[in-house]
């Protein structure tokens, strides 16, 4: 009796791990959906605002993301210096510059605050 009760112990030991990983499959799915649709595209903006940054150069005519009309006089590591009017200048951080006057914003306002 205990020689054919030994098989079905094995058969039902099997049964769980396939099961579980059947489990598995929709949320891995998710995941994937998530790293398609959220991450990747995140990704791409970022090296796009990245790559802005680091292509800006004296005498652009730029708009910071407070709204701030103005041309690049000098380019620092982390800053920039704006000419907003004559004999005005500012200097801003260089992640506040959004984009190109007259082009659409490269860097995106945060909705979002304080």
Do not use: C, H, W
């Not at 030991?13 to 499959?25: G, I, M, R, Y």
């Amino acid at each position: 009796m205990n020689v054919i009760s030994l098989p079905l112990v094995i058969a039902q030991t099997a049964q769980p791990t396939q099961n579980l990983l059947v489990q598995l499959f929709p949320f891995a799915m998710m995941l994937a959906i998530f790293y398609l649709l959220v991450l990747m595209p995140m990704r791409k903006r970022q090296k796009k605002v990245a790559q802005f940054q680091a292509s800006l150069k004296v005498g652009d005519k730029v708009i910071t993301t407070g709204g701030i009309y103005g041309e690049v006089t000098r380019i620092e590591d982390t800053s920039v210096q704006v000419q907003i009017a004559e004999r005005v200048r500012i200097s801003v951080a260089r992640a506040s510059i959004g984009g190109y006057q007259g082009e659409e914003p490269v860097v995106k306002a945060d909705g979002g605050g304080i």
